[in-house]
């Protein structure tokens, strides 16, 4: 079972990093603190939630009307830029829920520290789920402000998305301002660590102070917030998002990935094309094979498998004409030896039928044509007849037809 872990974003001045383990089967939550490398070993395999110090965080509101979310991301900048010191250009706005009065929950941080952070996470191996606010990582319920006192800092969650930092020295006044702006004050104040940390008009007001000052590290508190999902803002939004980080790690390789698509592109069209091709190349030797077919067994009118219905029609022949002297085979094993002794003869086709071998043929001219006719009758066995003969491209087409002497 994985583990939860909350870690800081950026280390302590003295370089090291804060982060509590919590159990997901209810163990914990521990506060640890040490080197990156040891918080890294911490985190692997298990859910890592960081914390964005409050003194880098501004909380804030933005009047806005009701627009998508994509929009409200392009109006905030401009809508908080003259409460602003520095330029938006350089800020990082993350959006959260709208309060009673409508108006817009804005997380402020600067863009390079953040940035900065995560970087120096992720260089460790450490991925986080969520960033979230560190006010708003204390506990809360309605009507109440937390105030965790950390050392000489004192962080303080005013409401459900709102809170802010300030030094312990000057958190009377500072809460006295709060309270103003608020128009009024909480009916309850939790202190989480604060010892004799002291809240102003105790005395004059019936505000309820409840100290939290328990073994369990402050931070713990925080862990136990975040784990109950109550924080309501995440920083790791627009360019900080799970999906446009992913786009930057993609971005220096999206020329690669458009060369490589282009080249498989190609390559699928000349395959395609190739294929085509081929298709057409075997439909023409289709063509051929059953003219040729047709011309050696003009009597069979369908052609389903030339090489078997071929195979057929020579063992019918060879058994037919077994009782004559020669039939189909002896009249082609009589005259192939003399026809393919003859130079420039090219032989066009073959057909036989009732006893007779038909052979069209190219020759160089008709006394060529004579010589091959008293070559093929010479020894008397077969009589060579000259169907047709014509000159044309200084060649001569000529149809013989041979058969048995006798017959």
């Given amino acids: 079972m994985t583990d939860r872990i909350l870690i800081y974003l950026n280390p302590t001045v003295s370089g090291e990093y804060r982060w509590v383990v919590s159990g997901m089967d209810g163990t914990g939550p521990r506060a640890e603190q040490g080197s990156l490398e040891l918080a890294a070993a911490r985190a692997r395999g298990n859910r890592v939630t960081a914390l964005a110090s409050a003194r880098d965080v501004l909380l804030t509101r933005a009047s ?19 409460h602003l010191a520095t330029e938006v250009d350089d800020l990082h706005f993350a959006l959260g829920g709208r309060d009673e009065s409508g108006d817009l929950a804005v997380a402020v941080i600067d863009r390079e520290r953040l940035g900065e952070g995560l970087e120096r996470l992720s260089e460790a191996g450490i991925s986080c789920d969520s960033v979230v606010p560190e006010p708003l990582a204390l506990p809360r319920e309605p009507g109440q402000w937390t105030i965790w006192a950390d050392g000489d800092r004192a962080v303080v969650r005013s409401g459900d998305l709102a809170g802010f930092e300030t030094d312990t020295d000057n958190l009377e006044s500072v809460l006295q301002l709060a309270w103003q702006a608020a128009g009024e004050k909480p009916g309850k104040v939790i202190l989480i660590g604060a010892g004799e940390l002291p ?43 799970a999906s446009e980080q992913m786009g930057q790690v993609l971005r220096p390789w999206w020329g690669v990935l458009a060369a490589l698509l282009i080249v498989l592109f190609v390559q699928l069209g000349s395959m395609a094309v190739e294929n085509h091709q081929m298709s057409a190349r075997i439909e023409a030797m289709d063509q051929e094979i059953q003219t040729l077919f047709r011309e050696a067994l003009p009597d ?46 090219k032989l066009q086709g073959i057909a036989y039928r009732d006893g007779r071998l038909d052979i069209d043929l190219k ?43 006798n017959t």
């Fill in 199 to 241: 809240i102003p008009d105790l005395e004059e007001t019936e505000l309820s102070v409840h100290r939290h000052n328990n073994a369990l590290d402050p931070l713990g508190e925080l862990a136990r917030e975040v784990a109950a999902r109550r924080s309501g803002l995440d920083l790791l939004q627009g360019d900080f998002s």
């Fill in 64 to 82: 806005l009307p009701s627009l998508n979310r994509q929009r409200l991301r392009q109006a905030v900048p401009f809508a908080l830029e003259d």
């Fill in 300 to 345: 069979v009118r369908n052609i389903v498998d030339p090489r078997v219905q071929m195979q057929r029609a020579l063992e019918k022949l060879q058994a037919g004409n077994s009782a004559g002297p020669q039939g189909f085979l002896g009249l082609v094993a009589g005259a192939s030896s003399i026809l393919s002794s003859q130079p420039g003869l």
């Fill in 363 to 405: 020759i160089g001219d008709l006394q060529a044509l004579d010589r091959l006719k008293q070559l093929l009758t010479q020894d008397g066995a077969v009589g060579v007849d000259i169907v047709t003969a014509r000159s044309r491209d200084n060649q001569v087409d000529a149809r013989i037809r041979l058969q048995e002497a």
